[in-house]
């Protein structure tokens, strides 16, 4: 089967699709103007900012003034946790899970050099938290809870509105990382009941290097980037026009196409849970099998290391991941791959398979055509994977 190259890794990024290139390109080109400037085309891209904004807030079903456009998801959970943190005043405590992102974790840790203190909670061996275990948590001092909605590496969807009703009920806020849920799961933020939430328009179709933040008004926030006090004063910084338009057309068609999407994607993801486990004797599947992205297959392979995997995979032109930083026996492993407790002589041999929205039946037999044998040569040479 010839098949030109199969991307297989849409948790990492997906292409601007050509209906959200096609709305930027007046903003990269005529409509140049800055949004603060008073005259004509100032006023365009004034106007286009605002435009983006209702829809957004439409899709999140907030008002367009508590929609924050920043250039990524990092800053946006940066400017949640710090800025909501810091407006407390004084030190405090917060609760997050062991299986964020770093742009939490290690958003977390440097508040703790601050002087900060925090509970990171565990999850289940299927990679879910129990939320019962975030309302044990809470301390008086407890100034924020911060909680993924999908995670990133295995896909495990997380209770935030559980969450969520257990901080409103304590009067913590409560922030949400839903830059992996975007496009698949519903963003209703009164349904979700959360205060603030992050979202990377790359994850869904629009370019690398434009973020939201959704704050709730009223919301005490320290702003941490000061300037010229553009949105609302509380992400100061010429904005970036032709992102924000293509972030606000990208949600709000992955938010319509949703239903389709998630019924897509998990047929092929099925198709390649089902064939791996019964080609590949040793294959471990992670995180909880229906409570996961539709588009994230994620599995381990014994005594293999995942760099060799991906590499005969590229050789291929298919491209994946390992779904870690981790590339090694010699470096540390993925702390979610920790968290849930992946054996150790499994642990290193992980592999992430997202599909998106156009990837097809034809390239995923590709991929399964193509895998198996590459993961066998290696255990075959491995002493780590036989029992
Ligand atoms: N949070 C999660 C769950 C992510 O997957 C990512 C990106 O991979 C981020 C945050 C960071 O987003 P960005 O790349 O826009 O900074």
Redesign the pocket.
């Given at each position: 089967m010839s098949v030109q190259a199969v991307y297989m890794d849409h948790?990492?990024t997906t292409g601007v699709h050509p209906e959200v290139l096609q709305a930027m390109l007046p903003y990269l080109g005529p409509e140049y103007g800055n949004p603060s400037s008073s005259h004509r085309l100032g006023q365009v891209a004034r106007q286009a900012v605002q435009e983006a904004r209702e829809r957004v807030a439409g899709v999140l079903n907030c008002q367009p003034s508590e929609v924050v456009f920043t250039s990524?998801?990092?800053e946006s959970?940066n400017l949640a946790i710090k800025g909501i943190v810091k407006a407390a005043g004084g030190r405090g405590h917060i609760i997050t899970t062991a299986i964020e992102?770093h742009?939490v974790l290690h958003t977390v840790e440097q508040l703790e050099r601050e002087g900060y203190e925090s509970t990171v909670l565990p999850v289940s061996s299927e990679g879910l938290l129990d939320p019962q275990d975030v309302r044990r948590a809470i301390r008086p001092d407890t100034r924020l809870i911060s909680v993924?909605y999908a995670n990133?590496e295995i896909g495990t969807v997380q209770p935030v509105a559980e969450v969520a009703r257990i901080g409103q009920e304590a009067g913590i806020p409560v922030h949400s990382?839903c830059?992996?849920a975007a496009g698949s799961l519903a963003l209703d933020v009164d349904a979700l009941g959360v205060t603030s939430l992050a979202l990377?328009g790359?994850?869904f179709y629009a370019p690398k290097g434009v973020?939201v933040l959704y704050l709730k008004a009223g919301t005490p926030v320290q702003v941490q980037q000061q300037g010229g006090g553009q949105e609302g004063g509380l992400r100061s910084g010429t904005e970036n026009v032709p992102y924000i338009v293509g972030l606000s057309v990208a949600l709000e068609r992955a938010h319509a196409r949703r239903e389709e999407y998630n019924e897509h994607c998990s047929r092929l993801r099925d198709k390649i849970f089902e064939r791996l486990v019964t080609q590949l004797p040793d294959v471990r599947i992670n995180g909880h099998l229906t409570q996961r992205l539709a588009n994230n297959a994620h599995v381990s392979f014994r005594g293999v290391e995942a760099q060799a995997i991906l590499m005969g995979l590229d050789m291929k032109n298919i491209y994946a991941s390992s779904g870690s930083a981790c590339v090694s026996a010699s470096l540390e492993p993925s702390h979610v791959l920790k968290a849930i407790g992946v054996p150790q002589e499994y642990i290193y041999g992980s592999l992430r398979l997202t599909v998106g929205e156009a990837t097809t039946e034809k390239q995923v037999e590709y991929a399964l055509e193509h895998l198996p044998p590459i993961v066998r040569r290696l255990q075959a040479l491995s002493p780590l994977a036989t029992t």
């Amino acid at each position: 089967m010839s098949v030109q190259a199969v991307y297989m890794d849409h948790a990492a990024t997906t292409g601007v699709h050509p209906e959200v290139l096609q709305a930027m390109l007046p903003y990269l080109g005529p409509e140049y103007g800055n949004p603060s400037s008073s005259h004509r085309l100032g006023q365009v891209a004034r106007q286009a900012v605002q435009e983006a904004r209702e829809r957004v807030a439409g899709v999140l079903n907030c008002q367009p003034s508590e929609v924050v456009f920043t250039s990524c998801g990092t800053e946006s959970i940066n400017l949640a946790i710090k800025g909501i943190v810091k407006a407390a005043g004084g030190r405090g405590h917060i609760i997050t899970t062991a299986i964020e992102h770093h742009a939490v974790l290690h958003t977390v840790e440097q508040l703790e050099r601050e002087g900060y203190e925090s509970t990171v909670l565990p999850v289940s061996s299927e990679g879910l938290l129990d939320p019962q275990d975030v309302r044990r948590a809470i301390r008086p001092d407890t100034r924020l809870i911060s909680v993924m909605y999908a995670n990133n590496e295995i896909g495990t969807v997380q209770p935030v509105a559980e969450v969520a009703r257990i901080g409103q009920e304590a009067g913590i806020p409560v922030h949400s990382d839903c830059v992996q849920a975007a496009g698949s799961l519903a963003l209703d933020v009164d349904a979700l009941g959360v205060t603030s939430l992050a979202l990377s328009g790359h994850k869904f179709y629009a370019p690398k290097g434009v973020g939201v933040l959704y704050l709730k008004a009223g919301t005490p926030v320290q702003v941490q980037q000061q300037g010229g006090g553009q949105e609302g004063g509380l992400r100061s910084g010429t904005e970036n026009v032709p992102y924000i338009v293509g972030l606000s057309v990208a949600l709000e068609r992955a938010h319509a196409r949703r239903e389709e999407y998630n019924e897509h994607c998990s047929r092929l993801r099925d198709k390649i849970f089902e064939r791996l486990v019964t080609q590949l004797p040793d294959v471990r599947i992670n995180g909880h099998l229906t409570q996961r992205l539709a588009n994230n297959a994620h599995v381990s392979f014994r005594g293999v290391e995942a760099q060799a995997i991906l590499m005969g995979l590229d050789m291929k032109n298919i491209y994946a991941s390992s779904g870690s930083a981790c590339v090694s026996a010699s470096l540390e492993p993925s702390h979610v791959l920790k968290a849930i407790g992946v054996p150790q002589e499994y642990i290193y041999g992980s592999l992430r398979l997202t599909v998106g929205e156009a990837t097809t039946e034809k390239q995923v037999e590709y991929a399964l055509e193509h895998l198996p044998p590459i993961v066998r040569r290696l255990q075959a040479l491995s002493p780590l994977a036989t029992t």
